[in-house]
């Protein structure tokens, strides 16, 4: 099936089912809102002035809309089965994304939105500079009870990255900064940045405190640590490693955290909290990685 025949047989499928939200509009979620965003409109969160505006009570933020209906994909998801189609066919990279959101009235406490959507129109190939691309556009609706509240229009640009060579990873930007910490790494050192008796871990070019008074050395590490997060890499596909593999972040027993990949173990083996040793992988004489050992 070509991805003209693909995208006609999800479009011919209209509108997803409605998607509900998890929660009924709220309080709670909408002062996490306006506090990461830093919208200090009352309306939001000040039953007094809300009561007195043009709403009569309190109402949510428009731009939230999107927030009540996120998720995992849902089955009938048509713009996941559109990716899907197109990540089978190589074009695995997102180059560019637009959202146009229309908002036609704002939502109250109490309020449960339903979201659908459909897939409106594929178009391609088209030439990037990037490579050979394909443009996807779906329009969700989310309404209350059947009476629309808002929609978006939504684009994204998905590409075939060019065949370029390339070394067999993908080789760190050094910097200043950060160029001792690889230089351990090529003589089996986990080197940690030092501001007096502070430790961090990336490292940067100001103190955690910012001031100019001190000047950066390192320390280096035991090497030991446990497992404090972890995902598991499935796609897209990474040059020179065999799929999935784990990356970890490791506390270490010097309290700051590090990222790399855990070698020796599969993913249903890995939990937070597992032993690890640092190790060091060398990829040539220029270049060593650091990685993760189970400590066993």
């Known amino acids: 099936m070509t991805i003209e025949e693909a995208a006609a047989k999800i479009a011919a499928q209209?509108?997803?089912a409605p998607r509900f939200a998890r929660d009924p509009v709220n309080q709670a979620m909408v002062h996490n809102w306006?506090?990461?965003m830093g919208d200090r409109n009352p309306v939001y969160c000040d039953p007094g002035f809300a009561a007195g505006s043009v709403h009569k009570g309190l109402v949510a933020p428009p731009a939230m809309v999107q927030v009540w209906t996120m998720g995992g994909r849902a089955d009938d998801d048509p713009l996941?089965?559109?990716?899907?189609v197109l990540d089978e066919a190589g074009f695995t990279s997102v180059v560019a994304t637009n959202s146009e959101q229309t908002y036609h009235r704002y939502l109250r406490p109490g309020?449960?939105?339903?979201?659908?959507?459909?897939l409106e129109d594929v178009t391609g190939p088209k030439r990037t500079a990037l490579g050979e691309g394909w443009f996807v556009t779906t329009r969700t609706k989310w309404s209350v009870d059947g009476e629309l509240v808002a929609d978006m229009v939504?684009?994204?640009l998905k590409f075939r990255p060019q065949e370029a060579p390339q070394s067999p990873v993908l080789r760190p930007v050094i910097s200043q900064d950060t160029e001792f910490f690889w230089d351990g790494l090529r003589e089996g050192e986990l080197r940690i940045q030092r501001w007096g008796d502070v430790l961090r871990h990336p490292p940067g070019p100001m103190p955690p405190d910012g001031s100019l008074d001190t000047t950066p050395?390192?320390?280096?590490?035991?090497?030991?640590?446990t497992v404090y997060s972890y995902v598991v890499h499935h796609h897209p596909p990474v040059p020179g490693k065999r799929l999935p593999f784990v990356v970890a972040l490791v506390e270490l027993a010097e309290g700051v955290r590090v990222m790399a990949e855990l070698l020796d173990a599969e993913p249903d083996e890995v939990r937070v909290g597992l032993p690890v040793v640092a190790a060091f992988v060398k990829v040539d004489d220029e270049l060593t990685l650091p990685a993760w050992k189970v400590a066993r």
């Open 14 to 16: 209209g509108e997803s």
């Open 34 to 36: 306006v506090e990461a």
């Open 80 to 84: 996941g089965a559109m990716m899907t």
């Open 111 to 118: 309020e449960r939105v339903a979201a659908t959507t459909v």
């Open 154 to 156: 939504f684009r994204v």
């Open 217 to 225: 050395d390192y320390a280096v590490a035991s090497g030991h640590g």
